[in-house]
């Protein structure tokens, strides 16, 4: 069983490829099975819906990898 990784990302963002890229590494690395799914969050509405911080934000089984962030209630574009 692997992991559900999802890579939200806003349009334009120049860290996404980058981002996406290190998180199959790194699963690669711990011999992690994953599955990658990027989402183009372009609306308030999609980014209050998926918890979108920032771009990229990445979250492994809908829960974001910032610990920080999980407690985050400001979603959206700044």
């Known amino acids: ?3 559900r990784v999802r ?3 806003a349009e334009g963002c120049a860290n996404t490829a980058q981002t996406t890229q290190r998180v199959q590494d790194v699963a690669h690395d711990l011999g992690i099975a994953v599955e990658i799914e990027k989402v183009l969050v372009d609306t308030q509405r999609q ?3 998926l918890g979108f911080l920032g771009s990229p ?3 492994i089984n809908g829960q974001d990898i910032e610990p920080s962030a999980r407690a985050a209630s400001s979603f959206g574009f700044t």
């Open 1 to 3: 069983m692997g992991l």
């Open 7 to 9: 890579v939200l990302y």
């Open 47 to 49: 980014a209050e819906a």
């Open 57 to 59: 934000t990445v979250q």
